[in-house]
């Protein structure tokens, strides 16, 4: 896959990969929980309300193994969001981690953030990819985390999460749909 930084939409058969944002008068208590978490778009369109926000991705170019290419990788828009890194948790839900004033905060005094290193992501491109930009936006990928789990479509259920409904990002050992990815909009840089 590309070996240079740039910024793209992910997107699969489930549409878009969105960030979770849902309404406080909807769900009063459990829109705290959701936010922030990986979805996609067609699982957070629920009764004609569309709650999430769509985002871009910065993938910031590691190195090339075999066939897999290593990024960080973090949201590129929304100013509650802008920066903040892409990471799974210990039980594999995929957030974005670093968001908003108080979380940038934390996050630049917190001591473990300086001995920890960040987590990256391994692009696993499904056929060969000629190396021209215009022909990435058709080749397919598997996104896999650090520890080669494939991020996954999946349902959480009350003994894995407190989430309300849908489907939420996943890498991990979880049952769930492995997800093929496509990037979108792609923009060197």
Not at 124 to 136: K, N, V
Request: charged content about 20%; glycine content about 6%.
């Amino acid at each position: 896959m590309i070996h240079a930084n740039f910024t793209a939409e992910l997107h699969c058969r489930h549409g878009q990969v969105v960030i979770a944002d849902t309404s406080f008068s909807a769900h009063p208590f459990t829109s705290a929980d959701e936010d922030g978490w990986l979805s996609t778009e067609a699982a957070r369109t629920l009764d004609g309300r569309n709650e999430f926000k769509p985002v871009r991705f910065h993938f910031a170019f590691i190195k090339h193994d075999a066939n897999r290419t290593l990024y960080y990788i973090s949201s590129a828009e929304h100013w509650d969001y802008t920066g903040a890194r892409l990471e799974r948790n210990s039980d594999g839900w995929l957030g974005l981690y670093g968001t908003h004033v108080l979380g940038r905060v934390t996050d630049s005094v917190n001591p473990v953030n300086l001995f920890s290193a960040a987590q990256y992501w391994k692009i696993e491109t499904l056929s060969p990819w000629d190396g021209e930009l215009q022909s990435a936006e058709s080749t397919a990928f598997y996104l896999r985390d650090q520890y080669g789990h494939r991020v996954a479509h999946t349902r959480p259920t009350a003994d894995t999460f407190a989430l309300s409904y849908g489907h939420f990002l996943n890498a991990s050992e979880l049952p769930g749909e492995v997800l093929e990815f496509r990037l979108r909009d792609i923009q060197l840089g």
